[in-house]
């Protein structure tokens, strides 16, 4: 409590603390009438009033005996209580300097003893006082009794005051967030803890076409597409069980009976115990965003369906253009299977949709690599080209060297090499140390190896020029007698080329 | 008697390619359709034993529906042959499986081959490592 002698408030301090309040000129309440009255019959005065002392004017929120809702400062008694600590008795004002010349002391039948006890704003500023008044004096004054009666009935009335305020302030709050919650694009929801709704702006009512109050409790789920409506209630039902935030997407009904992809996501707010009090909600209409994405998604897999197409009927071309010359057949046959596998590897790398993807595997080197050696299975269904090591993604960059380098390799292992014979098989390595990527392809079970062949054919070139021209790695050949052992030593980098750029990028 | 096939495709170069291949495989080649209405046609004026359908036709992605149809109310065994096997990935009732386009002709002997034998209930020892059987 700030004592008045020290006080650290002004006057500007005092006003707009009385300003605050949002008491002045307000109607009479029973709650402060009751308290003039009580006070009155307790210090036996005919009159009590709960004065609130304004800039110019002192106004009465309750008063019994006075007759009046106001009075002009220059005649106010509360005005010098304002000055005093906490509480101003003047027992016979006439003797009192301070009022001996007051109208209101020396009129006909005037005013005689006064008691007034401050109302202290929290900061201890005085907006005015409860005070007692009678036409005759009582040079005893007011008894213990009476006094802390007074003081006690004072902290009431700024109690009341508070109180007040403080509706005040959350009636405001309440319009503002009305307010946000009205203008926003998007539907605002709030419910209890238990999930029952109890709130919708202007916004949801106005989408949906219903009236405020037809879709509290759970009536809403009535909006929801049928199909959405058990999902929807699964998910909510565990954020309300962990109060976990609650995001879904579902159809809604709008007022026109069509029903629009809407993205509902909910957080709860919690008291100072941690438990929740109110979840608050919006939904999202992502109709038009979800047409867009299924727009794209369409473009993208047209783009996909044409890009695979295009290898078939170049295959389809090439093996029509060689039927005119059987002497081309062989050559034919060995550049077809060349264009399968670059689509095969095309299939793996290529932008997928959910359903453009590759029904086989994951899009990584590994799953790649298993397709493209699948014709190469043995009879009883068991791969001959056994995968080991470390996994890895790949780019379209890479997928045509990849795809050439292999399909060159399993393709001379079937001719001359380990798959030429039935018990013949082949394990492919693949390895990822610190920079670089080996693959080690090792056969075993062929035909016994003399040595490098005298003349390396257009399958060896080619695989050259992929690893060493197109990948940036080194390829070597080891015409070891058990078997053939080529080792590819790739930049780690080289697989995926547009990624390890965006990375130093 | 060789059994009767029906190319169902609409890229005419692909179409041409498949049915050579076939001729040389020793098959009848029903006709060529490159929509689903045509391909209803000559399955009403002709006995078919196996229809390879392409899911992309000239009047639309209708090569699911027609597989579906001609497998399950037409009695023909239906072998999809399609650049996007992903679009058939869980399988269509009646069909046999999917052959991944662009292929070779040894991966399509053995596809037809492995097919007829469903056909005629002949036991098959394992599928060819390319065509991929749905259940």
Redesign the interface.
């Known amino acids: 409590m700030t004592d008045a002698s020290t006080s650290t408030w002004t006057e500007a301090d005092r006003l707009k603390a009385l300003r605050a309040t949002g008491i002045l000129d307000t109607d009479r309440e029973p709650a402060f009438d009751d308290i003039v009255e009580l006070a009155a019959s307790l210090c036996e005065t005919p009159v009590a009033v709960v004065n609130l002392i304004d800039a110019e004017r002192q106004w009465f929120k309750a008063e019994v005996g006075l007759g009046v809702r106001e009075t002009p400062l220059e005649t106010s008694f509360c005005r010098h209580a304002l000055l005093e600590a906490d509480r101003l008795v003047v027992p016979d004002a006439r003797e009192d300097a301070r009022f001996a010349c007051n109208p209101l002391v020396t009129a006909e039948g005037g005013f005689r003893f006064y008691a007034g006890v401050l109302l202290k704003s929290d900061d201890g500023a005085p907006l005015g006082t409860l005070c007692v008044l009678d036409v005759v004096p009582r040079p005893e004054g007011l008894t213990p009794v009476q006094l802390r009666a007074l003081e006690v009935m004072a902290n009431q009335v700024m109690t009341l005051l508070d109180l007040r305020r403080g509706l005040a302030r959350e009636r405001a709050g309440n319009a503002r967030f009305d307010a946000l919650a009205d203008s926003m694009p998007q539907m605002v929801w709030s419910t209890r803890p238990d999930g029952f709704h109890d709130y919708f702006n202007a916004r949801w009512h106005e989408f949906t076409g219903t009236t405020p109050g037809s879709t509290d409790g759970a009536a809403w789920s009535d909006l929801f597409h049928p199909e959405d409506r058990e999902r929807a209630w699964d998910v909510w039902r565990e954020s309300l069980a962990t109060g976990e935030p609650y995001e879904i997407e579902y159809r809604l009904r709008r007022h026109d009976g069509l029903y629009r992809w809407t993205l509902g996501r909910a957080t709860a707010i919690r008291d100072d115990e941690g438990e929740i009090v109110r979840w608050f909600g919006t939904c999202t209409d992502i109709d038009d965003l979800k047409q867009i994405e299924r727009g794209k998604e369409l473009v993208s897999q047209e783009l996909?369906?044409r890009i695979?197409?295009i290898?078939?009927?170049?295959?389809?071309?090439v093996?029509?253009s060689a039927?005119q010359h059987p002497e081309a057949k062989a050559f034919s046959?060995s550049l077809?299977?060349r264009?399968?596998a670059l689509?095969?590897a095309h299939?793996f790398v290529r932008p997928h949709t959910e359903?453009?993807?590759?029904?086989?595997g994951a899009m990584t080197l590994h799953a790649f690599l298993e397709a493209m050696f699948?014709?190469?299975?043995g009879?009883?269904?068991t791969p001959r080209v056994l995968l080991s090591g470390d996994d890895a993604v790949f780019d379209d960059q890479a997928a045509t060297s990849v795809a050439l380098l292999f399909h060159e390799m399993a393709t001379n292992a079937a001719k001359y090499g380990a798959l030429s014979e039935p018990d013949g098989w082949v394990t492919l390595e693949t390895r990822k140390a610190d920079d670089r990527f080996i693959l080690v392809w090792r056969e075993h079970g062929g035909p016994p190896v003399t040595g490098a062949p005298t003349r390396a054919g257009f399958g060896t070139t080619l695989s050259t020029l992929s690893v060493e021209g197109q990948l940036g790695g080194r390829l070597e050949r080891l015409w070891l007698a058990e078997g053939l052992v080529v080792k590819a030593d790739l930049p780690a980098t080289a697989l995926s080329r547009r990624r390890a750029a965006l990375k130093t990028a | 008697m060789s059994a009767r096939i029906l190319i169902i495709e609409d890229e005419a170069l692909v179409a041409m390619e498949l049915k050579f291949a076939l001729l040389d495989l020793g098959y009848q080649v029903v006709g060529l359709a490159a929509d689903a209405p045509t391909a209803l046609d000559l399955v009403r004026e002709s006995e078919v034993d196996l229809a390879l359908v392409d899911i992309h036709l000239s009047d639309g992605p209708t090569g699911i529906e027609l597989g579906r149809e001609l497998g399950q109310e037409r009695g023909i065994t239906v072998l999809f042959m399609t650049a996007n096997p992903g679009m058939v990935r869980d399988g269509v009732a009646g069909a046999v499986g999917v052959l991944p386009k662009p292929t070779d002709d040894y991966a399509i002997q053995s596809a037809v081959e492995y097919a007829l034998q469903r056909r005629k209930g002949e036991p098959t020892l394992y599928a060819p490592p390319e065509l991929q059987v749905f259940n």
């Open positions: 996909s369906h695979k197409n290898f078939a009927v170049v295959s389809a071309l093996a029509l039927r046959q077809r299977t264009i399968n689509a095969r299939e359903v453009s993807a590759p029904s086989v699948r014709p190469y299975t009879v009883q269904g």
